[in-house]
């Protein structure tokens, strides 16, 4: 029997996965960009990181397949934030 989760369980486990998938990418983003600077060993820091959050959206993914739930594509809007800035101080978007 298939368990189903509540509307507002189902909301918080999406934006769980999209923040940790988004995450996940910019850390190895950030691991990617280290190897280039002088201070190389911060490079596996980023990608252990990187590597974490992706075991947390594999455990939150495990659970809306339990809850027979398919992750959205995008994350559901929370209102306006501020634009994230890259390695160099500057803003993307």
Known sequence: MVQKA???LTDMLQQAIAREIQVSVQY???HVM???LESAEIA???EDVAMSEMKHAEKIAERLFYFDV???RSRPHQGRREPERNARGG???
Request: aromatic share 12%; no cysteine.
């Open 44 to 46: 596996d820091v980023f």
């Open 6 to 8: 509540s509307a507002a």
């Open 70 to 72: 398919t992750p959205t």
């Open 28 to 30: 190895m983003w950030q």
């Open 34 to 36: 280290a190897k280039g």
């Open 91 to 93: 803003r993307n978007g």
